[in-house]
């Protein structure tokens, strides 16, 4: 029998969590990062970034989609909507932390993107956030802690971020573990992030996340449709 990969671990988490195995802790803190997340995107949404991030959207989303831009009556693409709202939510620097380090700034917004109508719709956006919080610190942690990581000039919200986003992605989408792994490969293939911003003070940190979330749902809409990605 083959071994099982790192990613393949990862995967089958994230496709198997069984909602009845979650502690209720686990759950009404989810619910409490969940508000503060939007909050703090409504906070961040009339910004500088927040207007240049909309503007962007328009000229390569559209203005028509399923997804909702939070704090404004805009649609677009699930992808420049997991952007846009991920971005303004690191805006003010006042969504959460721990984690991959700003986890709720990528996770949330990858999930409400991806989510499609359907019964239990708010347990499946829990679902999915667990999930993508759980493997954001993991990877973080594989990568040999905060410290190292961000260490080596790497910001570990986008680079570590993009993996819990494809993982809650995916699980907002019901992929199977197969699919999963391959939602995780394309996303550790798109992935980036460096602390450059500190030299000038350029908005990219407020990007970073916004893009962890964009690379999220596009790495697991590819799976979806049958695009693999490497899985080792």
């Given at each position: ?25 686990v759950v009404g803190h989810a619910k409490l990062l969940l508000l503060d997340t939007l ?194």
């Open positions: 029998m083959a071994r099982q990969t790192l990613s393949g671990a990862l995967a089958a988490f994230g496709a198997g969590l069984r909602w009845d195995a979650v502690p209720e802790a909050g703090a995107a409504l906070a961040g949404v009339h910004t500088a970034e927040g207007r240049a991030a909309r503007e962007a959207a328009r000229w390569f989303g559209g203005d028509t989609g399923p997804a909702i831009i939070w704090g404004t009556a805009a649609r677009t693409t699930p992808a420049a909507a997991a952007l846009v709202n991920g971005a303004t939510a690191h805006a003010q620097e006042l969504d959460d932390f721990g984690g991959c380090d700003h986890s709720g700034a990528v996770v949330v917004p990858a999930v409400l993107a991806s989510l499609e109508d359907g019964a239990d719709a708010g347990r499946r956006v829990l679902e999915a956030m667990i999930v993508g919080y759980d493997v954001a610190l993991r990877v973080l942690e594989a990568a040999g802690g905060y410290r190292a990581h961000n260490g080596q000039g790497w910001h570990s919200t986008g680079t570590c971020g993009s993996f819990g986003a494809a993982a809650a992605a995916a699980r907002a989408l019901g992929l199977d573990a197969e699919r999963t792994a391959w939602a995780l490969g394309l996303a550790g293939s798109f992935t980036g992030g460096t602390w450059a911003f500190l030299d000038d003070g350029s908005m990219s940190k407020r990007y970073h996340p916004g893009r962890a979330a964009e690379t999220g749902v596009l790495a697991a809409a590819l799976a979806r449709a049958g695009f693999t990605g490497p899985i080792r």
